[in-house]
């Protein structure tokens, strides 16, 4: 089984679009949408959920008031300023590390779990896929993708399919580093913008930093062409194949409107381009 | 006053909007708080004279002392310690620097030794006091970075946050300071959709918000609708133009083009500050 996680460093590359293209593309994949803090493949997959799995990230303190005698002992030895001077727990900022319940003489702080979101298993037009939502202000993304994937592992398992396309976040953090961990490849989406080109080179540190082998598509290359082939030097000289070459195309936008991939949308020259990058990557997957 | 920028979607136009404001207005700070990926000096070209390293607390096995009872491993919520036979593995990358081992050792057998997870860069340009955090990559954890960044801020100045993108941990370390947030986002189906997402996020903290529409024009109403619907002020509009995305992919600001946009980013500014006054 071979997984392929696309991602881009900076946000609004077009990750998403690629991904929910490659979906209509591949023949036996399931797929995984691991940016849980701001999902949007399911505007275009429509995933029907199939079996709903309620998440707990790490866990919350709870502070009982009247057993509580005001040593502050808790505020004093919490890191996190999570507790204040009133002892009232600032719930946004816990991380659930215990060191309270453990200082507290009475007993009167116990942790317990927190409904931090939902994994979800569910059925698209194009085949199986494992989501997520991490409710509003929760913590542990991380945790969660970690869960995304291992749902979207066992389905391929179930299901007999041979690969797993996964839609990562952007960024360089957390939730980025548990959607690439492991995988086969990473295609990283750029544009040739001074910013991108900029996150682009973190992004590949990233992806070297975990052995994890990456190939660049260059998204909308043409607002700007010297930047273009600025990012193409860049990858020769570090030995990263640029599988893709995507015109900035409005089609991409109409597509999201109407709820569908480029590819099903549209047959034009941007389709052409997704179909031959799906084959390229394909290629190197199966290397 | 503290103003955050930040978009549930990212690449929405968050640092066009930090950078270009700061820009417009007098007596500005700005720190770019995304600091996985931080793009504003890009834009500013502040030149960046002073470093200051972050650094947080690990555990460090004392093994003289330490008589692998396992309590460490047992109590830590991370699993950053593991104890196996007659060695202490600690994974720092993992720890959150919670102290809670060094509590429960009986053995008083933990120390703490810093370890660097990124660094703080600061200059002066334009007259704008400028900073940024740069996550070491590899690693985890961008809040002590966006802890430490909080520290610069100076409250006699006009502060403009520059957010990472998202809804969890590090856009609401970002934000939960602030007098106002401006949430940015591009009317189409996925800017709409996290746009929701952020709303909830600054509603929950209760931050008085407004949005900004960039690239208005290239999908369609529903984020105007949206926002009369939920009587949240859309404060600007930045229409999609070739022009506006070549100044950006060169890397130069709206106003330094163009100084209508130094007078529009002003007035979105007064605009926020009768907000705040209300």
Redesign the interface.
Known sequence: MKQLTII??????GK?SIAAAFASLAKNAVFADCDV??A?LH?ILKPEIKKTMGFHG??IASIDKDMCTKCKKCYD?C??NAIDEDINLIK?SC?????CE??CPVDAIAMVERDSGFAYISDTRFGPMAHAM?K????A??KLVTVVRENAKDIAKDKKKNQIIIDG?????????SSISGVDLVLIVT?????AI??LE??L??AH??NVPAVVCVNKYD??KD?TKKIENYCKNHNIDVVGKLPYD?IV?ES??H?KSVIEFSDGELSNNIIRMWGKVKEVLSR | MIISVA??????GK?TVATNLALSIGKAQLIDC?V??P?AN?FLKAKLNEHEDVTVEIPEIDKEKCDYCGKCSE?C??NALAVVSSDVLVFPELC?????CE??CPQNAINWKRKPVGKIEHGVVNGIDFFHGL?N??????IPVIKALKKKIDNKKNVILDA???????V?ETI?VSDYCILVT?P???GL??LK?AV??VR??NIPFGVIINRDG???EEVDFYCQNEKIPVIMKIPQS?KT??L????IALVSEDHKWHELFGLVFNRIQEEVRK
């Open positions: 881009s460093g900076k946000g609004g590359t998403t803090d701001a949007d505007l790490l866990k030895h890191k996190f946004e991380e659930g590390c215990g060191v453990y200082v991490l509003t202000a929760e913590e993304s991380g976040p952007p960024g360089i953090g957390c939730p980025v580093i544009e040739p913008t001074l910013s900029h996150d973190r992004i540190g990233v930093h975990f607002i700007n930047n409005p936008t999201m409107i709820e | 978009s549930g979607k990212g690449g929405t640092t995304d996985e990926e793009n890009i109590f919520a991370y959150h620097s919670c102290g809670g509590l429960v996550l990559v590899g690693e985890i954890q961008a990472p993108p998202g809804t969890s941990c590090p609401i939960n591009e189409t189906p996925f959709h996290d997402l909830e996020v929950h903290l290239i999908g369609n070739e995305a070549r950006y992919s060169k890397g």
